[in-house]
Structure formats: C-alpha cells, structure tokens
C-alpha cells in the first residue's frame, strides 16, 4: 500500500540517479535493479560502428544460424498475435532487428510467460524477449542485457469500482498474469506490501485477468501499463487508476554465463538505440500523446 508508493518512489529515484551518474559499470549494475547504462550504452556504439557484427562471429545459438526468441505474445503493443497467426509488435521488432545486425533468422516461440522465462534458463531458447522486468529473483537465474523500455505496474478497475488508490486494493480480489512481477508484489506478504496469495487470482495472460474483471470474478488487474492501455482501450467499462505500484525496466534475458551472446545483443542494441531505430519502433506502437 503506501510501501508501493515508497517502492515506486524509491526506483524513480535509483533510476534517474543511475540515469545521470556516467560512473555506473553494467557489472555493478547489474547487481542493482537497473542494468541500464544509456551512458555505457551509447559510448559503447560510437566507439564501433560493426561491433555487433564482429561480436556475431563466434556465436553458438540454440539453432544454428537462428536467434530463437521465447515470449508470450499476448501482451501488446509489446508482442502479439496478428489476425494471420504472425507475431508482431515492439519486442517482435526489436528482436528482428537484433538478429538482422548479429545475421541470424530470427525464430519466435510463443509460450506462457513463465515458460518463457524458463525456456532460456534451460538453453531452449537463446533469448526471452516478453516485457520482461528486470528484478532480483531473475537476475539470480539468468543474465539481462541494457534495458531497452520502461514498464509501470497500473491497476485496471471496472469504471464504477469503489477502488480509488492502491490503499483501497485491501480485502479485495486481485487479478494478475502468472509468473509476473504484478503477482510477485501483490501476493506478497502485507508486511512487505503486498496482499496475500490469497487475495491474487494469477492468471495464464493478461487478456484471461481481463475477461475475469468484466466478469466479476475480480474486482481489479494489476498488469504493466501499456498493455493495460491496450485492454482498456478494446474493453469498454474499464479504466486504469492514476497511482502507479512500481516503475520498472524492461531488457532481454539470456542463459546465465552466455556472455557472448549477451555482448553482441548489447552491441547490436547499442547501435539500433543510437541510430533511433529502437525509439522509432516504439513510436510507431505507442504514439506520443
Ligand atoms: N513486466 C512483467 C514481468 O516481467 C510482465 C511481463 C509479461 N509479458 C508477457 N509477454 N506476457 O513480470
């Protein structure tokens, strides 16, 4: 409740702090919250322009001549399924754009999230690209590139909903997507903020929590906002809470140890942020307002 406020106060501030100290080494911040060194990041890609490339040259991957990517592609703008059964999206793009740099196809495996997760941590997959949030538990079991997006944790209600802040979310139902960083927080203890598992109902995606909240069967979603934009936006009736439960950054995981993989993501995504391609891919998703 208010240790949310505290929490997302507390990463603003480590963000914008990481954002303007040029000190910050990406092993040391890889230890905090947030790998993210835009610094780090753009030195990096004017120092070589066929860095990525060069670094592609030794690279092993699940499938040879492949860059497998597991995700879950119901969480849009971010990855999601076309009419035509194809994927698309920001991940989808970026992703593309990364293999295209390191000359690799690129193979996209749709899964639920966790299996997502998993996939790369059992070398299934070369790389999980699904809005992932940086976050300890994760970095304990894989490694992350720089973060290439911001993500913030927003509460979706009905329009008419008695729920006003996140103090209003005790004593009520709690709709999540499985294995997210939305489900870790709420179901979390009321000591740490959280509500207790069994306030939180942890579904297989974010559009199933969706489905369940127009049905009564939860009387909110905690979901990342862009993708709660997205579902109230297609779903008349709900809107989404001004208070914001956590502000996070989204990057690419991969196997734990897999540095040379890592590296070329991180050379390729340098040069696709210092070209602009990765801003113009998510403009094209998520128009400035
Ligand atoms: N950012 C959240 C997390 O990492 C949710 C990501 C869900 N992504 C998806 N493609 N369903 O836990």
Same mark, same amino acid.
């Given at each position: 409740? @208010?240790?949310?406020?505290?929490?997302? +106060?507390?990463?603003?501030? /480590?963000?914008?702090?990481?954002?303007?100290?040029?000190?910050?080494?990406?092993?040391? %911040?890889?230890?905090?919250?947030?790998?993210?060194? $835009? &610094?780090?990041?753009?030195?990096? %890609?004017?120092?070589?322009? &066929? $860095?990525?490339?060069?670094?592609?040259?030794?690279?092993?991957?699940?499938?040879?001549?492949?860059? !497998?990517?597991?995700?879950?592609?119901?969480?849009?703008?971010?990855? *999601?399924t076309t009419d035509d059964g194809s994927f698309e999206g920001i991940d989808v793009e970026i992703a593309g754009a990364i293999a295209d740099k390191l000359g690799l196809e690129l193979q996209i495996d749709? *899964? #639920?999230? #966790? /299996?997502?997760?998993?996939?790369?941590?059992?070398? @299934?997959?070369? *790389?999980? *690209?699904?809005?992932? !949030?940086?976050?300890?538990?994760? =970095?304990?079991?894989?490694?992350? $590139?720089?973060?290439?997006? +911001?993500?913030?944790?927003?509460?979706?209600?009905?329009?008419?909903?008695?729920?006003?802040?996140?103090?209003?979310?005790?004593? @009520?139902?709690?709709?999540?997507?499985?294995? !997210?960083?939305?489900?870790?927080?709420?179901?979390?203890?009321?000591?740490?903020?959280?509500?207790?598992?069994?306030?939180?109902?942890?579904?297989?995606?974010?559009? !199933?929590?969706?489905?369940?909240? =127009?049905?009564?069967?939860?009387?909110?979603?905690?979901?990342?906002?862009?993708?709660?934009?997205?579902?109230?936006?297609?779903?008349?009736?709900?809107?989404?809470?001004? +208070?914001?439960? %956590?502000?996070?950054?989204?990057?690419?995981?991969?196997? @734990?140890?897999?540095?040379?993989?890592?590296?070329?993501?991180?050379?390729?995504?340098?040069?696709?942020?210092? #070209?602009?391609?990765?801003?113009?891919?998510?403009?094209?998703?998520?128009?400035?307002?």
């Amino acid at each position: 409740m @208010k240790k949310y406020m505290a929490l997302a +106060t507390a990463l603003c501030l /480590a963000l914008s702090l990481a954002a303007c100290g040029g000190s910050t080494s990406s092993s040391s %911040a890889a230890a905090s919250s947030a790998p993210a060194s $835009s &610094a780090a990041a753009s030195s990096e %890609a004017a120092s070589g322009t &066929a $860095s990525s490339e060069a670094a592609a040259g030794e690279l092993t991957t699940v499938v040879s001549g492949k860059l !497998t990517m597991s995700t879950n592609a119901a969480f849009p703008p971010y990855e *999601m399924t076309t009419d035509d059964g194809s994927f698309e999206g920001i991940d989808v793009e970026i992703a593309g754009a990364i293999a295209d740099k390191l000359g690799l196809e690129l193979q996209i495996d749709d *899964m #639920d999230f #966790d /299996a997502a997760l998993l996939a790369v941590q059992q070398g @299934k997959s070369d *790389m999980v *690209m699904a809005g992932v !949030t940086v976050n300890d538990e994760r =970095l304990a079991v894989m490694d992350f $590139s720089d973060s290439y997006a +911001t993500g913030i944790q927003v509460v979706i209600v009905p329009e008419d909903s008695d729920i006003a802040s996140i103090d209003d979310l005790a004593g @009520k139902k709690i709709g999540t997507q499985r294995g !997210t960083t939305g489900y870790l927080y709420c179901s979390d203890t009321p000591e740490n903020g959280g509500f207790g598992e069994d306030a939180v109902v942890a579904y297989d995606d974010g559009l !199933t929590a969706v489905r369940a909240l =127009l049905n009564g069967q939860v009387d909110c979603v905690v979901i990342d906002n862009a993708p709660a934009q997205s579902f109230v936006e297609s779903n008349p009736g709900l809107k989404i809470l001004d +208070t914001e439960f %956590a502000v996070e950054d989204y990057a690419i995981g991969v196997n @734990k140890g897999n540095t040379a993989l890592l590296d070329a993501i991180n050379a390729a995504l340098a040069e696709l942020t210092e #070209d602009g391609t990765v801003q113009s891919i998510i403009d094209k998703y998520i128009p400035a307002e």
